[in-house]
């Protein structure tokens, strides 16, 4: 069930591109419609059955510890991995947080950006990881470049192609920002060792361990000012 699987937010990057801001506080406490992103972001999880979530923090992550604590008044328990002096990447994060995501019964579990807002059925992508017995399953949705440079290439539930750096035209999707693990996916990650989520879906990809689930509801995200101002209008708080 989608109520056993807890949710495993990337919340370390530093956030350069919205700077000055994001020098005093991290991207995940970012105001949007009077409050910092980070509500909106696990409410949204709750609503789509969600009940656990673990904040893989970096910069400046006390600060979103002290604001999200331990994440009741959102409906949703949270707890918090830290990835020490030295930056992780996205999947030396989740290898650390391992332990946290295990704590919830079974060993599957989501993988979210800090920046992301995805308004689409978690259920329903839940539900099909499950069927897909793969050890992993990317969210894509299609793009045509329309929101940003397409980087996958799929046919029904099963991607072809996925390259961030070498696109080709018949890159159609995008990878959504929504992820489905099981812990098997990230075992194989050197502990505390610098490592990119992308070169885990590649590997998958590689070993015929990657399932597909396309989603017809546009993203969001917060790492640009575009992306803020997208948000604000669909939450209905544009221009504040």
Known sequence: MIEKLPCAILCGGLATRLRPVTEKIPKSLIDIC??????????????????RAVLCVGYLGRMVAEFVGDGSRFGVSVGYSFDGE????????????????????????????GDSYLPCDYRA???????????????????FDSFDSSNVEAAGARILRYDKRNRTPAMQYIDYGLGVFRR??????????????????QELLAQEELAAFEVTERFYEIGSVQGIEDLKAYLGCAGS
């Open 125 to 143: 992508v839940g539900a099909a990881f499950e069927a897909s017995g793969a050890q992993g399953l990317m969210t894509i949705y299609r793009n």
């Open 34 to 51: 009077g409050e910092p992103f980070a509500a909106h972001q696990l409410r949204l999880l709750r609503n789509n059955g969600i009940e």
């Open 86 to 113: 030295q930056p992780l990447g996205t999947a030396g994060a989740i290898r650390k947080a391992l332990p946290l995501l295990a704590q919830t019964a079974g060993d599957s579990f989501f993988v979210l950006y």
């Open 184 to 201: 098997a996916a990230f075992e194989r990650v050197p502990e505390g060792k610098h490592y990119d989520l992308a070169a885990i879906y």
